[in-house]
């Protein structure tokens, strides 16, 4: 059985039932880049990926699943990118560091549909608790950096590493969020978003004594 629908001269072919999962989450992804996550309808998603208004049911039950599906491989993906600039810390935990917060900047950048389904579509993470788990991965390679910063500070300047990896998570993202972004809403900064990451990360670190 595929999955296909009548259409007229220049109209595009359907998708095969093994392919209709695959062609809804880059359908996604494109009005996601076009519209936000919030911006379109789960019967668009199925025009876009040239099927039946009826046909994305049988593998997601709205357009929140769709998302929720969408968020997932991002964080997955973000979690390889993250755990592969990070490295175990090697050849030191500074330099390392540094590349963390480089891959960071560098997802929003390449991969703004799927960073804009992670961290802006409004899901619940209760509903859904398989993003969650996902999240909690690329936030763990975050943490374990952290720890390995800290274990090079004073022993009596050295902060709770939650504490620490929820100040570089909310520095790294906000300056992703609005500095380097690979859609319209990015905004102009004199510098490049890494120097300014690079640069805040050292305040910070100076402030603990360990630059």
Known sequence: MSWHKDRGPGERRGYHHGNLREALIEAALNLIREKGPAGFTFAE???AAG???????????????LIADVAKRGFEAFTRALAAAWQEGNPNPQEAFNRLGAAYLAFASTEPAYFSAMFESGLSLSDYPEVR?????????LRD?????????PKERRPPP???ALHIWSLSHGIAAL???GDSARRPIPMQPEELLEAAVLIYLDGLGGR
């Not at 099927?51 to 699943?65: E, G, I, Q, T």
């Open 162 to 164: 939650l504490m620490m």
């Open 179 to 181: 500095f380097a972004r």
């Open 145 to 153: 950096a952290c720890e390995a910063i800290i274990a090079t500070l």
């Open 51 to 65: 099927v039946s208004p009826a046909a994305p049911y049988r593998h997601f039950r709205d357009r929140d699943a």
């Open 45 to 47: 998603a199925a025009r």
């Open 133 to 141: 788990v996902e999240g909690d991965r690329a936030f763990a390679v």
